[in-house]
Structure formats: structure tokens, C-alpha cells
């Protein structure tokens, strides 16, 4: 595959750190995998989630990674706050919402919809491995 018409095609692997351009909403929208890391540079982080109806992206807190999310398509419900027990800022989301994860913060999104909700999420400083494929949350979670 050219790797100039990215724009056309969803790609298959992370393109970092090489100059990279891609059509965001038609990769996300495509993407079936429930975490796939797009492009992984020194600093910066874009990876695709699927997330099945009635499922969720899993309480979690990252300590020194700030997190941006966007919602493609979907609903959900958004929870943060200052430790897994005190989730005190809830927020329902669907397609064309941002979500702004501070380092050191718990969150979590759970799928609230029919349908598969659909993020692209941006990490600063990156946060999965190059290359990571997780097919489910299962896998996820090994």
C-alpha cells in the first residue's frame, strides 16, 4: 500500500514515528479492534478503540500521561474523578464529544448505546507499546 494515500485506506499498522496523515473519522469509524495504536511517536500517542454496546473502556488511571478522546459515533457515559471510588464528574457523550483525561486522574467510558461506540484517543507522553493490537478487552486485560 502507498503509504501517501492513507487518506483513502484505513491503515493496518502503527505509522510512528514517520510523518503521517489519515482520514481520523473514516480510520475510527473502520476500526473494529478494541485498542489499535495508529501512530506512536516520542511524545505522542493515537490509538483507535471499539467499544462493543453495553461494554466499557475499564477504570484506569494514568499517573503521567494526559489523555485526549474523541467520540466518532455511539453514546456513552464518561466518569472521572480523583480515585476509582469517588467518580464524582459524570458526563454522557456520543459522536463529536471531546473527553480530557488530566495525568493522574481515573476514568472510565461505558458504551450506553446499540452500537459499537466508536473513540480515537491521544496520549502525551504515549502509553501502550508501538505496534499494540488488542482485539477485545480481554485480550486487553491479560
Known amino acids: 500500500m502507498n503509504r501517501n494515500?492513507?487518506?483513502f485506506h484505513v491503515p493496518i499498522s502503527d505509522y510512528?514515528?514517520?510523518p503521517f496523515?489519515?482520514?481520523?473519522?473514516?480510520?475510527?469509524?473502520?476500526?473494529?479492534?478494541?485498542r489499535?495504536?495508529?501512530w506512536t511517536g516520542q511524545l505522542l500517542q493515537l490509538t483507535l478503540m471499539s467499544i462493543p454496546a453495553?461494554?466499557?473502556?475499564?477504570l484506569e488511571v494514568h499517573p503521567d500521561t494526559d489523555q485526549f478522546l474523541r467520540i466518532e459515533s455511539g453514546s456513552g457515559l464518561t466518569m472521572m474523578g480523583p480515585d476509582e471510588n469517588r467518580l464524582n464528574y459524570q458526563c454522557p457523550v456520543s459522536g463529536g464529544y471531546a473527553v480530557f483525561v488530566p495525568a493522574g486522574t481515573w476514568h472510565n467510558i461505558i458504551n450506553t448505546g446499540n452500537c459499537p461506540l466508536k473513540i480515537y484517543?491521544?496520549?502525551a507522553p504515549p502509553h501502550?507499546?508501538?505496534?499494540?493490537?488488542?482485539?477485545?478487552?480481554a485480550i486487553a486485560d491479560l
Open 54 to 58: 453495553g461494554g466499557e473502556i475499564g
Open 16 to 18: 510512528g514515528a514517520e
Open 121 to 123: 484517543t491521544v496520549y
Open 128 to 137: 501502550h507499546p508501538h505496534g499494540t493490537v488488542q482485539a477485545t478487552k
Open 5 to 7: 494515500n492513507h487518506y
Open 21 to 34: 496523515v489519515v482520514n481520523i473519522d473514516k480510520a475510527a469509524r473502520q476500526n473494529t479492534n478494541y
Open 36 to 38: 489499535k495504536a495508529l
